[in-house]
């Protein structure tokens, strides 16, 4: 399927913080999880776009309506040497899907991730969200059965710093 001719993808920028925070709670809806978004638009501003700022995200829109987002930051392999893409969300309205708006935001990061002279890309995708997955892999990307995701947050991770934060 070829994207509308109208399609469009261009950095976000700190006006687009109210547009981002509501994408990012109808993919929190759409995941089953909208009560575990806590972020404002502050939070979100000087995250995104404040002095210590690591993700980025772009907007997919189709003539002058949103139709979806990428946020994305940097990790690093220390196997490879290199920078890598990480792909935290990827989220495509309900009206647009099925238009490759999709497949145009991943190729876009593909693009992005080549001239950054990034080793992969990589991101995670809900083991039930078969959609998400039937397309990723349509699009060349094998899921990777050999690692097991983590994370440390509340108050396992305030046990595991000591309370101490480090500035």
């Keep these: ?24 709670r109808e993919l929190a809806d759409y995941e089953h999880l909208a ?3 806590v972020a404002d638009e502050a939070t979100f501003r000087e995250s995104m ?5 690591g993700p980025e995200a772009v907007i997919a829109e189709v003539g ?3 139709a979806g987002f990428a946020i994305y930051f940097h990790n690093f392999s220390t196997f490879l040497g290199r920078r890598g893409l990480y792909l935290e ?3 495509v309205r309900p009206p647009h899907r099925g238009q490759a708006v999709g497949k145009a935001l991943l190729s876009h990061l593909a693009k992005l ?8 890309l990589e991101w995670s995708v809900l083991d039930w969200n078969r959609p998400a997955r039937d397309f990723y892999e349509a699009q060349g990307a094998r899921p990777n059965p050999a690692w097991v995701n983590y994370r440390l947050t509340g108050e396992a991770l ?3 710093a ?6």
């Design 89 to 91: 969300d990827l989220y």
């Design 64 to 66: 002058r309506a949103a």
């Design 1 to 24: 399927m070829k994207a509308p001719d109208d399609l469009n993808i261009r950095p976000a920028t700190p006006a687009d913080v109210p547009l981002l925070l509501s994408l990012v």
């Design 113 to 120: 991730a080549l001239q950054r002279n990034c080793g992969r």
């Design 35 to 37: 009560d575990e978004v």
């Design 162 to 167: 000591g309370g101490d934060i480090i500035e």
């Design 158 to 160: 305030q046990r595991l």
């Design 49 to 53: 776009f404040g002095a210590r700022a």
